[in-house]
């Protein structure tokens, strides 16, 4: 194959982000999507540029899948814990994912602001919830309370919710394309259920200690 055909077939290289807080957020080009690829882990938030989809893997977290309807501009989180007792004071200073952003009542004013920089207006904001799974084995079904969490928020707040997947026994893979609102979700077998469950339980574990820098269902 000559240098020019190779060069020719070569993923697109992600255009720069337009928001410097999300130089973290791990890029790429997905062939089977055909677009940027954005994905996150437990405390990431991120607003997408045109065209990007964002992706990530959910075992208790939950993950927003919030835009703005008519604009079509959006992001996602993907928070651990439903609130921060402090109220985000943790993260003054950190602007970007951060320890207070593994909490949701952080991680969903910090997605919504951004939007609204952008933007958006909160009257056309339309919301997608996903995950909550009870996936690690303890006393306390932390997906269980992220879910109350996130029904409580958004009822309180008055957003229009407009699709969500969340409770069971299952991980989840969720995809959103904010320009259309498309949501992809897919449960994952009891292979992956282990290997979520294992880094969700690393990251419990060093949050407590330190601040942390098969089918498709559409809905």
């Known amino acids: ?106 991680a969903m004013e910090r997605l919504i602001n951004e939007i609204l920089k952008r933007g958006g207006q909160r009257a056309q904001l339309e919301f997608k919830l996903v995950g909550g799974g009870k996936v690690l084995d303890a006393l306390t079904d932390i997906g269980a309370r992220n879910i109350q969490f996130v029904r409580d928020y958004v009822l309180t707040e008055g957003f229009r919710v407009v699709g969500e997947d969340l409770g069971d026994l299952y991980p989840r893979k969720v995809l959103f394309e904010p320009a259309t609102g498309s949501a992809r979700v897919k449960k994952l077998a009891r292979a992956a259920r282990t290997a979520v469950v294992a880094d969700e339980a690393r990251y419990l574990q060093r949050i407590d200690h330190a601040p942390v820098a098969g089918d498709i269902e559409l809905f």
């Open 1 to 106: 194959m000559s240098d020019a055909t190779a060069q020719g077939r070569r993923a697109p290289h992600p255009a720069p982000v337009s928001n410097p807080h999300f130089t973290h957020i791990h890029r790429r080009h997905d062939p089977a999507l055909g677009a940027t690829l954005a994905t996150l882990h437990p405390g990431d938030f991120y607003v997408a540029e045109p065209g990007e989809w964002i992706g990530t893997v959910l075992g208790s977290c939950v993950s927003a899948c919030v835009r703005d309807a008519r604009l079509g501009i959006g992001g996602m989180n993907h928070f651990m814990l439903p609130m921060d007792s402090i109220e985000g004071g943790t993260w003054i200073g950190s602007p970007s994912a951060s320890a207070a952003t593994r909490f949701g009542n952080v």
